[in-house]
């Protein structure tokens, strides 16, 4: 029978975007057994006239040390050779989410609680464009945030390189409104300063590569 379908392997996006796609760690991946939920990314051969690919979940029916089987739980919504109940098998690796079927396996299984970094920043389009690398930063009283947003506003304003940059041509930058990740993804050199007060400020000396602390 010809393959119906195709599993995206989550990892390259993953090492691309560490600090805002974040995969189940090892240990929970190695704990997935009969009766629990993971999700994946499935694509469909031929490929669906509409969706690219969909995320769904599949429950499981067999595991072992390197693949799954399951059955389709999600009811796909551009996959004419794939339905609700259809058997899927895919590696480990591939699963993107999981939900166990005894939540004690979970809390044994998670350790640490992860460090996330979804509350917003504003900062230099150049900098979130991979263009140039964060130069000056400093934290101010939030005040971009909503009381109905998710995610709250961190205070934090980021510049991209102002080194032979005239005012003009810094005041004429386009600024985004981002979650932090999404910066650090680009340049992380500052991620041991995310967590300073309001009212830090730094700038970054090129030669050492290091930030100093301003006044």
């Not at 809390?107 to 964060?134: A, F, H, M, N």
């Not at 934090?156 to 102002?162: A, E």
Request: proline share 8%; glycine share 6%; hydrophobic share 35%.
């Amino acid at each position: 029978m010809s393959q119906l379908y195709e599993i995206d392997d989550p990892r390259p996006i993953a090492a691309s975007a560490p600090y805002t796609y974040y995969l189940p760690a090892p240990a929970l991946l190695r704990a997935i057994g009969n009766d629990d939920l993971v999700q994946a990314t499935i694509r469909s051969i031929p490929p669906s006239p509409k969706w690219d690919a969909e995320r769904m979940w599949i429950k499981i029916t067999s595991a072992d040390p390197e693949w799954l089987e399951g059955t389709l739980e999600s009811m796909p919504s551009d996959m004419p050779n794939l339905s609700q109940g259809s058997i899927i098998r895919l590696p480990r690796s591939h699963v993107i989410d999981i939900i166990f079927a005894d939540p004690e396996k979970e809390l044994i299984s998670r350790g640490e609680p992860r460090r996330e970094y979804w509350e917003r920043c504003l900062v230099d389009q150049c900098v979130l464009d991979g263009k140039l690398p964060v130069h000056y930063l400093y934290r101010e009283t939030p005040d971009m945030g909503e009381a109905s947003d998710k995610y709250p506003d961190s205070g934090w304003r980021i510049r991209g390189d102002m080194r032979g940059v005239s005012a003009e041509q810094l005041d004429a930058r386009k600024s985004v409104y981002v979650a932090l990740g999404a910066v650090l993804n680009k340049d992380d050199s500052w991620i041991g300063l995310v967590d300073e007060p309001t009212g830090s400020a730094f700038e970054k000396d090129f030669e050492s590569g290091t930030f100093v602390r301003l006044d």
